[in-house]
């Protein structure tokens, strides 16, 4: 019964037209049948992915960095896990992805695609400059329809 | 879009009659809408919870201790979190429950339970027994219907 | 090289009977050459254990449930660990330790107590009330001298 | 009451030149007075730098990703905490150390440079490439020489 998980990872900062993208990647991830996992927070590509997903009817869960009383919460996640880790949580959130779109983050994301190299998880790019950094489990996509494309490939298929 | 989320602690230990009254814990979780949260190994209270929710259709996460390699996951389960925090993630299992079952357990439950306390978490204990230890927040169930009842007066209602 | 390291636990509350004992712990486990490690916080037992390793010359480490920037450290302490994991950092605190002592406390130390019996560490009690919970790694000491014998006994003599 | 920690990171691999390197770094970190910190294990980087903080007399810890039945430990280390996150203690990690040094290391360490710049902790990179990814909080020094200059220029001295 396990659903297939697509971590949606990048920047708190905002950033009009990375989020426009972050909420397109959300609404698709929903359209594919996946779950669709972040970081929980009520900001940048966190808060926009959520917001995709849930227009199009998906589920979204965030594995929040803070602990229960923290109010920083993208309100259109379906479900929160309050892991009170810190930034510690990446590795979690990458570990607990079957994939991993990496879009315009900071070093945050940086630490992210790192486990995802260290775990051997596949890592799409859309947006994020790797600046040379990773090999052959890292794809950089051009778009949007070939980052999904990417996604499809290694998901197998549907 | 926040689901409700109720947590499903007890042990790992193989036990019939803590099985099946788990299994219908999950049944009755599923049945009222909310997610249900449990450990994530494939053992005990945890398999047997994560089976329930799925029989009656329900939605249902693992915070699992291990790492993505580890083998040892509820088949049932929706969707799994490999925290690789070993028994620390009770802390986030805790945490991340608007109210939590305590079935019957051992030490790492007793965790769970003092975890819940220490965050003022309510607590439903279904045949863990507190041997006096806890005040307020903690209510002891004598069966299952009273149990749900206790859990819906929490959660306010439906 | 491995140095023995004696866990002191206990709670964050006033206490001044409580803080008195703890420091007078600190102070023995100085004296036997042993590493101190402890919470972290500047409160309770925590920073009076911290006191009193440093007044007889020991080594002391914190383990933190805060970040960096995080204020509320013990300033006796010589090294701080900031785990940033919350209360989750109870069950690192009781793993690296040879054996724990648990003085009084709440919630908090009765999940490291509980964490004590999961991982198999010898507790020894001294002020903390176990309400009868625990097994047979868990001794019940009657004062500090009876408390240091245990724990000599338990690392093995002096 | 507080040491100084210089964290040294760096990759697990069998690489003589960057362990002497490491053994070096080790020396030199304990005959400035610093308590040691590194990632416990007993490959590569950690074990080098632990030996060579031993030859000099210095005091070393290991923040180790395992639990406590784990034997991949260092032997050279003073201390060991283990915070059974995997790593994710790489948080941890940079969070404890007032400077970190970076020697040759695979995805593990560039983890653990990417939560440096996020925390904004100072790294000297010594024999680690970082490829142009970050910013001023980075210096690169030429050889071990120019590394204890910096960091004596960032811990303010001696």
């Known amino acids: 019964m396990r659903k297939r998980v697509v971590g949606v990872m990048g920047g708190h900062e905002h950033h009009p037209e990375t989020e426009e993208l972050a909420a397109e990647v959300g609404r698709r991830i929903a359209k594919n049948g996946w779950v669709m996992l972040n970081g929980g ?3 940048g590509v966190m808060a926009a992915s959520a917001r ?5 009817g998906g589920f979204s869960v965030g594995l929040h960095p803070g602990d229960r009383h923290n109010r920083d919460v993208a309100p259109d996640l379906d479900l929160v896990i309050f892991t009170d880790m810190g930034f510690a949580r990446n590795s979690p959130n990458v570990q607990s992805s079957d994939v991993v779109i990496a879009l315009r983050g900071g070093t945050g994301t940086l630490s992210e695609v790192a486990y995802a190299r260290t775990y051997g998880i596949p890592v799409v790019l859309l947006g994020f400059d790797d600046k040379g950094w990773f090999g052959d489990t890292v794809r950089r996509a051009k778009d949007i329809d ?3 494309s990417m996604v499809k490939a290694i998901l197998g298929g549907s």
């Not at 995709?52 to 199009?56: I, M, Q, V």
Request: aromatic share 10%; glycine share 10%.
């Open 52 to 56: 995709g997903c849930r227009e199009a």
């Open 41 to 43: 927070r009520n900001e």
């Open 146 to 148: 070939e980052a999904f």
